[in-house]
Nanobody
Framework: EVQLVESGGGSVQAGGSLRLSCAAS????????MTWFRQAPGKEREGVAC???????ISSDPAKGRFTISKDNAKNTLYLQMNSLKPEDTAMYYC????????????????????WGQGTQVTVSS
């Protein structure tokens, strides 16, 4: 069974950077869509960035220009480079895979994904 473990979260000041990692086991990420989600207290889980099996990328509006998703197929690891962090980026960040393709936008629908990591907390102070 696929297992995902996120790491790299922490507390930073606004304008700082973090690099999140998601180590996968039990599957090969090169064959699957991999997506970063985040969820702040009291808010719904939202997609941040997605990388498909062909390496194409879709980023959410908040992530564009600041966050970069990437993967290392040899290491079976997904990354999220987060720059110019803002307090509104504060959330638990999750990686997910095992998505069932559907209508447009499926890649950012949490319900589409079968496998999730435990999350890593990102806190950005002003």
């Amino acid at each position: 069974e696929v297992q995902l473990v996120e790491s790299g979260g922490g507390s930073v000041q606004a304008g700082g950077s973090l690099r999140l990692s998601c180590a996968a086991s039990g599957g090969t990420i090169s064959m699957s869509t991999m997506t970063w989600f985040r969820q702040a207290p009291g808010k719904e889980r939202e997609g941040v960035a997605c990388i498909f099996n062909d390496a194409s990328i879709i980023s959410s509006d908040p992530a564009k220009g600041r966050f970069t998703i990437s993967k290392d197929n040899a290491k079976n690891t997904l990354y999220l480079q987060m720059n110019s962090l803002k307090p509104e980026d504060t959330a638990m960040y999750y990686c997910a895979t095992g998505a069932a393709r559907g209508t447009a936008g499926w890649w950012f629908r949490p319900s589409a994904y079968s496998y999730w990591g435990q999350g890593t907390q990102v806190t950005v102070s002003s």
